[in-house]
């Protein structure tokens, strides 16, 4: 698929990418990726064409732009790595989110009570998010998944190539699908996104208490500091006081 100039891939997009490690794929492939792979290196593992990534990222986010209703649009990730990106993505295009658990059922069985109906399915991963899959199949609903070389493509109607088990690579390629669908709405302009990447990558819960309980005695030892020197500022001008008193 050839795109127009405005629409192509920029190099600062191409060294995000690379930076994330998006074209690392397994050593396994599934039959029906092999169209998207460049090469596989001496140790066995295959590289993924970034065109064909860039491509389908477009071709994503021209699906997504087609459904009216950004609220008919909904984004699944059951892996922790993609499910603060499906958040902010949501936050940033007004689309459904689930992160965590899907519960069977939830577009089949009308009695349940977090039902949905949606037109367009985003997932990140369609192994580990299966049974999503397999109830949008039943709907008739399309699916948009981020597919790594070893991913099944059964019932995904726009697979993009790219390494979807790493944490900076899912928050990066969620982080480009979002500001294209905003480019392609006209809501931003295609010069830049001021929203930065780092929103969108996972964060662990032990380095956040890490930084937390770093920034609080940071805070506390600044706080001491400062009642020290309050204090031998009060201090000195009563001894001054003193001296001259006795002169």
Request: hydrophobic share 35%; net charge negative.
């Amino acid at each position: 698929m050839s795109l127009p100039p405005v629409l192509q891939c920029t190099e600062v997009d191409v060294q995000h990418m690379l930076a994330a490690g998006v074209h690392l794929g397994t050593t396994n492939v599934d039959k029906k990726m092999k169209p998207y792979l460049w090469k596989r290196r001496s140790d066995g593992l295959h590289i993924i064409n970034l065109a064909s990534t860039w491509e389908k990222i477009s071709l994503a986010a021209r699906i997504i732009v087609a459904i009216e209703n950004p609220q008919d649009v909904l984004c699944i990730s059951a892996r922790p790595y993609g499910q603060r990106a499906v958040l902010k993505f949501s936050q940033y295009t007004g689309a459904q989110c689930i992160a965590g658990r899907f519960t069977p059922g939830t577009f089949t069985n009308h009695i349940t009570r977090n039902f949905k109906e949606p037109r367009l399915l985003i997932v990140t991963d369609p192994r580990i998010d299966s049974q999503s899959v397999k109830e949008a199949s039943y709907g008739n609903i399309p699916v948009i998944a981020l597919c790594d070389t070893d991913s099944p493509l059964n019932f995904v109607d726009c697979a993009i190539p790219c390494n979807n088990k790493a944490r900076l690579s899912v928050g990066l390629l969620y982080w480009m699908l979002a500001r294209e669908v905003l480019r392609l709405r006209g809501t931003i302009t295609r010069d830049a996104w001021d929203v930065p990447v780092d929103l969108f990558f996972y964060r662990d819960p032990e380095d956040l208490e890490k930084a937390e309980e770093t920034a609080n005695n940071d805070n506390a030892e600044q706080q001491t500091n400062w009642n020290a020197e309050n204090k031998t500022e009060e201090e000195q001008p009563a001894q001054n006081s003193t001296n001259e008193g006795g002169w």
